[in-house]
């Protein structure tokens, strides 16, 4: 895990830490491992709830430029782009 603090506004701080980060370019990427017991039709709904973090973790690595963020569903090995 890679921890951030990221100023997100005036006095508005948001901690969290990437399972991992890439920022080379032009192959940046973000990727949360989800360790939930689910079967593989039921990944997409669940990743879903994940939009906000999503956000964050978009906005924490920004100062590096573009990262898109994956959810690695490690159950179902299965790996969505939010």
Not at 18 to 37: C, M, N, Q, V
Not at 61 to 69: K, M, Q, T
């Amino acid at each position: 895990e890679l921890p951030f603090l990221h100023l997100a506004g005036p006095r508005a701080w948001r901690t969290g830490a990437f399972d991992l980060y890439r920022p080379d370019e032009p192959t940046s990427w973000i990727i949360d491992f989800k360790t939930h017991d689910i079967a593989a039709a039921q990944v997409a709904e669940v990743a879903r709830e994940y939009d906000v973090q999503a956000e964050y973790y978009r906005a924490a690595a920004a100062i590096r430029g573009a990262a898109p963020v994956r959810l690695h569903f490690t159950r179902t090995n299965t790996v969505v782009e939010i």
